[in-house]
DNA sequence: TATTGTTATACTCTATAACTATA
DNA sequence: TATAGTTATAGAGTATAACAATA
């Protein structure tokens, strides 16, 4: 009579699961650069910048999955303080291509050291073994998905 | 000079891909249900209930994270489709115990088995052993941050 | 006429706060 | 007076659509 016990629940699907840790990671990600005056996606739009997926303001809102001017918000709060220089392209005076000033990669570089402590938080959980195969399946998914970074 | 050369980028940490595989995860897994007028806050709720996590909307409030006012919102529409049915509590009768109905358990078997379908796709990019190993992996950082599901 | 960037506006999601009923 | 639920309101985040500049 209950379906619950022939099927795995729901809660235990990878698509859920990575939902749900997804929102958890992302919230504890959000909290430990709160103090630098960033969100997520201001780190992710550095990310991009510094990885060389993108320069101009259009790849980026590609690369990025956003709407173009989710792109120009970002980007004027981050010239704002001083993480990035916008710079018109000789070529086609239309583009605007994002540049990473030392302060921007000084930046970026302190919150991949926020990202490294809490992977350690996390991994503490797993194995060794665990926690590399959890690496490397996320990777492979990423690649899949298009996303950055390799 | 470029940081990057050595440290491993950001876009490759757990937190990052785990943020970014989520939240595609969320956005497949809610395409996938919105032709049962559903979200994915909605299911979590079915979820719950039928998992036995919580009854009360407060208790579900607690488990699923978010305030009790979205729980009464969720639950007007779930109860508005016919999927659950609102019991006061006899012994308590400012308690509203959700029960879920024949229905309601019909409709999550379905959002069950169109998560299982994007699960296989997931995987298909790996092999069994990785798909496991992940799996199980996000299996113990679930239980290690008390989210539902076992 | 098409494209890049920008601005203006609206929509979705969710929380906070005020309120009602019961304890 | 405290708690469960509800309603009303507000805020964050983001998209869509209209617009300007350049091609």
Redesign the pocket.
């Known amino acids: 009579m209950d379906d619950d016990v022939n099927r795995l629940p729901l809660t235990s699907s990878l698509v859920f699961r990575l939902g749900t840790l997804g929102s958890l990671a992302t919230a504890r990600f959000?909290a430990a650069i709160e103090s630098r005056g960033l969100?997520?996606?201001h780190v992710g739009l550095l990310a991009a910048l510094s990885g060389g997926a993108a320069s101009?303001?259009?790849?980026?809102?590609r690369v990025m999955?956003?709407?173009?001017?989710?792109?120009?918000?970002?980007?004027?709060q981050l010239e704002g303080m001083g993480a990035l220089r916008?710079v018109r392209?000789?070529?086609?005076?239309?583009?605007?291509?994002?540049v990473l000033t030392d302060s921007g990669h000084a930046l970026l570089a302190e919150c991949t050291a926020l990202a490294q402590g809490l992977d350690a938080e996390l991994a503490a959980a797993l194995t060794p073994e665990e926690g590399e195969a959890l690496r490397r399946a996320l990777g492979v998914l990423a690649r899949e998905a298009g996303l950055p970074g390799g």
Chains 1, 2 share one sequence.
């Open positions: 959000s969100k997520p996606k101009s303001q259009l790849e980026l809102s999955g956003v709407a173009p001017s989710l792109v120009v918000s970002l980007a004027d916008r392209d000789p070529a086609d005076r239309r583009r605007q291509t994002l």
